[in-house]
């Protein structure tokens, strides 16, 4: 992928229509700007082999978790879905830090992910989970900063 290999910056919409074998007025047609072409791309790599139209809510693994009914493997299914997503979004995470403060479009979807990687957990795992499920010690609110530790 050429932003994560060139960086934000370097990465023009013609690079990107040439890489992809488009004329660049069909990569601005698509998707209007360079930001909205970076977030399509992070969605796109986030959803792997799934609809990335689809919610991540409602996503297979996503109902995964939810339809499981011990906890420990709520959790694993949970971790294993992070694991499985990080090696795909990783670089072009680092891509969206290092290019948000340039550009507030992409700074608003970063943000946007970070939310949604938090309530993800908090949802899934921390209150649809009983109280104590994991220790008396820690709230609901409380296990989505834990797991991202794990």
């Known amino acids: ?10 990465t023009s919409m013609q690079a990107i229509a040439t890489a992809a ?4 007025q069909t990569i601005y047609l698509a998707y209007g700007t360079k930001p ?35 906890p420990h493997a709520k959790l694993a299914r949970y971790v294993q879905q992070i694991a499985d997503v990080a ?13 948000a403060p340039a550009e507030p479009d992409v700074a ?8 949604g990687r938090r309530e993800g957990a908090l949802q899934l795992l ?5 109280p104590g499920t994991w220790t ?3 709230t609901p609110h409380q296990v989505p900063d834990i797991t991202f530790v794990i």
């Open 36 to 70: 909205a072409l970076l977030t399509a791309c992070a969605v796109r790599l986030v959803a792997g082999d799934e609809d990335p139209d689809t919610p991540p809510g409602e996503r297979r693994w996503a109902r995964e978790v939810a339809a499981t009914r011990d």
């Open 136 to 138: 008396t010690r820690h």
């Open 87 to 99: 090696p795909r979004i990783t670089r072009l995470i680092d891509v969206l830090r290092a290019t």
């Open 126 to 130: 921390g209150l649809a989970t009983q």
């Open 1 to 10: 992928m050429l932003f994560t290999r060139d960086g934000y910056t370097a």
């Open 108 to 115: 608003t979807f970063l943000a946007q992910i970070e939310r």
């Open 21 to 24: 074998g488009f004329h660049v």
